[in-house]
């Protein structure tokens, strides 16, 4: 069965620290992950996807199929930053449903 | 990315009654899906609504509880029937424009049944 696991409820760092939100993955076949955010009052939105290869907002996040996950890192986090972050793996082609980790909560204070 | 437009927003309902959510897309999209988010849960797929035909539901969902339209690829609905405290959660409707997409999110309906 596939299942996302993010094993922080809540994570709180200081401005300008380095964060890391991990995710782990169980899925047999070739996965795609994805780091959704939800902003305060704001709509989930996608942040990543492993395919892309790209930093958003300064975030990163490697596929690791050894390991099996794919967390995110950012090397100096803002206040900004604060939001909760939804882990998320689609089936091969990623056209089928996401399964979604159950979220962590990230707080930068200042 | 697509303009998603989800309504009402937030609804409270009365135990025993239905309510239908509407989720208009500003542009056809291929695939559209309905998510349940409970009280301090993640996000959980109810069912893939198929544009012509009868929605593709996960386990654990039924079509008597969740009926979905799709009369097209720019609009769908859920109904939440019969409902009960338990089903107080937030609704939220998705859609992908095509397979190489990923998927993007509606607002949401946040619902509460006394």
């Known amino acids: 069965a596939q299942r996302v696991t993010q094993p922080e409820k809540l994570l709180s760092v200081f401005k300008g620290a380095p964060v890391e939100l991990k995710c782990n993955y169980s899925y047999s076949g070739s996965p795609e992950l994805f780091w959704y955010v939800q902003y305060s009052r704001q709509r989930l939105q996608l942040l990543l996807r492993?395919?892309s290869r790209e930093s958003i907002k300064g975030f990163t996040a490697d596929l690791n199929k050894g390991e099996t996950s794919f967390h995110l890192k950012k090397p100096f986090a803002q206040e900004e930053d604060s939001a909760m972050y939804y882990c998320?793996?689609?089936?091969?082609?990623?056209?089928?449903?996401?399964?979604f980790g159950k979220g962590t909560k990230l707080t930068v204070n200042p | 990315s697509a303009v998603i437009s989800q309504k009402p927003s937030r609804d409270i309902c009365q135990r025993g009654t239905s309510l239908t959510i509407q989720c208009q897309v500003d542009?056809?999209?291929?695939?559209m899906f309905w998510y349940r988010q409970q009280p301090g849960q993640s996000l959980t797929l109810i069912a893939t609504a198929n544009q012509g035909s009868e929605a593709t539901y996960e386990s654990g969902f039924v079509i008597d509880k969740f009926p979905i339209s799709r009369p097209n690829l720019t609009f769908s609905t859920l109904t939440v029937s019969n409902m009960s405290p338990e089903d107080s959660s937030i609704y939220l409707c998705?859609?992908?424009?095509?397979?190489?997409?990923?998927?993007?999110f509606g607002d949401g309906t946040r619902l509460s049944i006394l």
């Open positions: 998320a793996l689609a089936t091969q082609g990623g056209s089928e449903k996401l399964v």
């Open positions: 998705s859609v992908q424009g095509n397979s190489n997409q990923p998927q993007h």
């Open positions: 492993h395919i």
């Open positions: 542009s056809q999209v291929t695939m």
